[in-house]
């Protein structure tokens, strides 16, 4: 079974900087897409900012400039660094990888932004 599990996340000022991981094991099939949601409380789960094979990664408008993502397919890895960060990043960021046939999900991890 595909395992998903990300690390990283903690509580951090505004304007502070965070990172976090996400490492996939298990999987019998390459891995081609790789991302990171949110999901903030009584909000819905968004897409935060992702990668498909080799393309240029995607970033929602809220976190353009602000984060990057980066991926290490040797390893199976995703990293999303976070910086300046607003209180309004504050929610559960979920590691999302698809291959060609399913998606599957870690199982979160909270960030919360806080003076």
């Known amino acids: 079974q595909v395992q998903v599990v990300e690390s990283g996340g903690g509580l951090v000022q505004p304007g502070g900087s965070l990172g976090l991981s996400c490492e996939v094991s298990?999987?019998?099939?390459?891995?081609?897409?790789m991302g990171w949601y949110r999901q903030a409380p009584g909000k819905e789960r968004e897409l935060v900012a992702q990668?498909?094979?080799?393309?240029?990664?995607t970033y929602a408008d809220s976190v353009k400039g602000r984060f990057t993502i980066s991926r290490d397919n040797a390893k199976n890895t995703v990293h999303l660094q976070m910086n300046s960060l607003k209180l309004e990043d504050t929610a559960v960021y979920y590691c999302n990888v698809q291959d060609m046939y399913l998606g599957y999900w870690g199982q979160g991890t909270q960030v919360t932004v806080s003076s």
């Open positions: 990668t498909v094979g080799v393309g240029s990664p």
């Open positions: 298990r999987n019998p099939f390459p891995i081609n897409v």
